[in-house]
């Protein structure tokens, strides 16, 4: 059972121009919600509020492409991600996969659906069960999807370490017995074991020494072309993004503010908060770096079970006016491919 490659060469890949409904699109989410419920009392409980980790967000995936989600820490980004694959159920909002509503789904058939999405974990020491072996790891989601039982299961296994750059004999040995970069390339290797067509990257190098980063980095975008993968990449580092993206999406505080393709983004950003984060990447030229204006945010992240009026930013953001923390901005193309939520877009 072999994998269908697709044509190689990411260099070569067009980078899609199609709008919003041009059938490309294999992920559509709309007004997406993710509220955890705060609750008093022992015995009687009741809720008390909610912590607003994703509060209405809008955003696409084209087939063969990568988005991007980036920002601080907190933001909701990795809840984002769990959402979409109904590892949490979504407060309110819709989920579309192919033309097909997730949120609706029950039990069995999002079983199905979730074939063709998987997920790599953050951290690889905890991702992984340390009593079962690299095998049964990875043969685990061939059994429960009835794709492959022993022999050839087995083979199919050793075929995917092979494809993620591991020893194919190592199938008997446990996770302990790997570095923390071979354990990540394990988990790659169990998401790819049910030829997925969507897969999220919840921050897949963030745990890794930065020796390793690049490997993993370099081994994501080999398969993508390999397998025509779709990825939702989630991450806090702006280069990293920079490098492994189409397109790039950045959060504050449960809601995406500014989306864009990604040369526009880095070299045109219209979202306060987008303008702070990349004033804070380092450039690779004495001279640049030491010319350009870093903006400093005062303040602290507001919390998401209390966040402020209007705009979400405005408490920190230079530019902010009356109307920032009395109305909440819309999130427009200002551009073409190009939305921010802003009053004040621009430099």
Known sequence: ?????APSGRANRARSTATVDSGRNLLEVAGLKMHFPLTQGIIFQRQVGAVRA???IDFFVEKGETLGLVGESGCGKSTTGRAILQLYKPTAGSVKFDGTELTTLGGEQMRRMR???QMIFQDPYASLNPRMTVGNIIGEPLEVHSLAKGRAKTERVQELLKVVGLNPYFTNRYPHE???GQRQRIGVARALAVEPDFIVADEPISALDVSIQAQIINLLEELQDR???TYLFIAHDLSVVRHISD???VMYLGKVVELADRAELYERPLHPYTQALLSAVPIPDPQVEQKR?????TGDVPSPVNPPSGCRFHTRCWKAQQICSEVDPEFIEHAPRHWAACHFPGA
């Open 293 to 297: 204006k870093r903006i400093i945010l």
């Open 115 to 117: 074939r063709r999405m």
């Open 54 to 56: 994703v509060d209405g």
């Open 178 to 180: 790997f570095s923390g």
């Open 1 to 5: 059972m072999a994998m269908t490659e």
């Open 227 to 229: 397998f025509n993968l």
């Open 247 to 249: 397109r790039v999406a």
